[in-house]
């Protein structure tokens, strides 16, 4: 059982350069989250789904697109790389346990991006 | 937006001395939970608050979630080495959506 898997662990791009980052998970959750850690500042959120086929926006969205076309994968796309965007970039879900509503999110082991 | 206020940003501590972290925020949780992340790892969870007033052990671990869902602790009891991390705290507003709100974190060094 992996868990959650993230693809690819690093990248250098060039500004204006694209790139998809790939997120996939075992563990049929429903709930997916693209997260980026910068340091000082913890983890912001970027883009979130609740479900197959749903997508909306989180904390800080610009520069950013996603897609889950396929309820294990979500994709998290740079169209136009900007130096802004080097960061650690952390996938991340969950599922709704009961009453209590665990939100103990599983996270992936990141993608270290750099755009220079 | 919501931010969540940790502290201390980061700790320099000896082996088997506790340690004691805290987050405050101006917006009410209704789950607040901390992670533990490693270098080159995602966070993971340590412990998950549900209810005010709640104080839960993990071993040498223990949190709180303040009565007032503004604000909760950890305490790690006798720090060893493999303690070294970051710790975040994270909170849960209420709506169905699972998004939680992250702490800058609290990285915590422990000289053997």
């Known amino acids: 059982n992996a868990g959650v898997t993230q693809t690819p662990k690093f990248r250098v791009l060039k500004t204006g350069q694209s790139m998809t980052l790939l997120c996939a998970q075992d563990?049929?959750?429903?709930?997916m989250y693209w997260y980026r850690q910068d340091p000082g500042m913890g983890l912001r959120l970027i883009h979130y789904s609740v479900g197959e086929g749903t997508t909306a926006k989180g904390e800080v969205p610009d520069g950013y697109n996603v897609s889950r076309l396929k309820k294990q994968n979500f994709l998290l796309g740079l169209e136009s790389a900007a130096p802004s965007q080097t960061s650690v970039y952390f996938c991340?879900?969950?599922?709704?346990?009961?009453?209590?509503?665990?939100?103990?999110?599983?996270f992936g082991s990141g993608t270290r991006l750099t755009v220079v | 937006g919501q931010q969540l206020n940790q502290s201390p940003q980061s700790m320099f501590i000896q082996e088997g001395e506790d340690v004691s972290m805290n987050c405050t925020s101006s917006s009410i949780f209704n789950t607040w939970l901390w992670y533990k992340q490693e270098p080159g790892e995602g966070p993971v969870l340590l412990i998950a608050l549900y209810k005010a007033g709640e104080l839960t052990s993990n071993g040498r671990l223990t949190a709180q979630f303040g009565i007032t869902r503004k604000d909760s602790f950890l305490n790690i009891s006798a720090s060893i080495p493999s303690d070294v991390g970051i710790y975040f705290c994270a909170g849960q507003l209420g709506s169905n959506t699972g998004k939680l709100i992250f702490g800058q974190g609290t990285t915590l060094q422990v000289k053997p």
């Open positions: 991340a879900s969950t599922d709704l346990l009961g009453s209590r509503g665990a939100y103990g999110y599983t």
């Open positions: 563990m049929n959750h429903e709930y």
